[in-house]
């Protein structure tokens, strides 16, 4: 059955440095995702992305954050200068449509920022 | 962010038994519901829908029952198994877009 994949699987840093954050998608699906999940509290939305923009984004999403669709598989998160609070689950999810279309989602990343 | 609510932060059912998990939601524009099952270190995995169309989806032993007037959802699981032990997530999608806004879970364990 087709899957989300997401590397790392664990990610530390150092505040203050960049990190990206893989995901390969469905094959056939067109709409992809970033929600995070910090330690204790529920699993948050970041951004949506589709057509190589994105179509909605959160409060949490801001400048040092961006996505992209390199090539034909990946989709990536990259946080620029990470700050303490951005340690947390991170997980990627796509889905075949927008409107009423299950979002699968991957296993996630661990990303810890001392 | 108090959206979508999942009351109950964990529940305790013997094997055989149905297992209830509720959700609340205050968001008059959610229009698709879903719920999630998630294990320690993996991602949520997709268990069964319901859109607000509906009041009723079932899935073989899942069920979700949509009471839109009252803002409740439930997740029936019958009969429970010892593998149905988890976390469960409630998630609603709004008619203006695509974002999940997720509930705060709900851990489930099934005693042999």
């Known amino acids: 059955e087709p899957e989300v994949t997401q590397t790392p699987s664990h990610q530390v840093t150092q505040m203050g440095q960049e990190v990206i954050l893989r995901c390969v998608p469905i094959s056939n699906h067109l709409y992809f995702y970033w929600y995070r999940q910090i330690l204790g509290q529920k699993v948050e939305f970041l951004v949506s992305f589709y057509n190589n923009e994105i179509s909605e984004k959160s409060e949490i999403f801001d400048d040092q954050f961006s996505v992209e669709r390199p090539d034909g598989s990946n989709f990536t998160l990259k946080i620029r200068s990470t700050k303490l609070e951005d340690s947390a689950m991170y997980f990627c999810a796509s889905s075949e449509g927008d409107r009423s279309e299950t979002q699968y989602f991957g296993p996630g990343t661990r990303l810890l920022v001392l | 962010d108090q959206q979508v609510k999942q009351n109950s932060p964990s529940l305790s059912v013997q094997e055989g038994r149905i297992s209830i998990l509720n959700c609340d939601y205050t968001?008059?524009?959610?229009?698709?519901f879903l719920w999630y099952k998630k294990y320690p270190a993996e991602g949520p995995t997709f268990l069964i829908s319901?859109?607000?169309?509906?009041d009723k989806n079932e899935d073989g032993r899942f069920t979700v029952f949509l009471n839109k007037s009252a803002k409740h959802l439930s997740l029936h699981i019958v009969p429970s198994q010892p593998g149905d032990s988890a976390v469960y997530f409630c998630a609603a999608r709004s008619n203006a877009g695509n974002m999940l806004t997720f509930g705060g879970g709900t851990r489930l364990m099934v005693k042999p």
């Open positions: 968001n008059s524009m959610f229009d698709y």
């Open positions: 319901i859109s607000s169309i509906k």
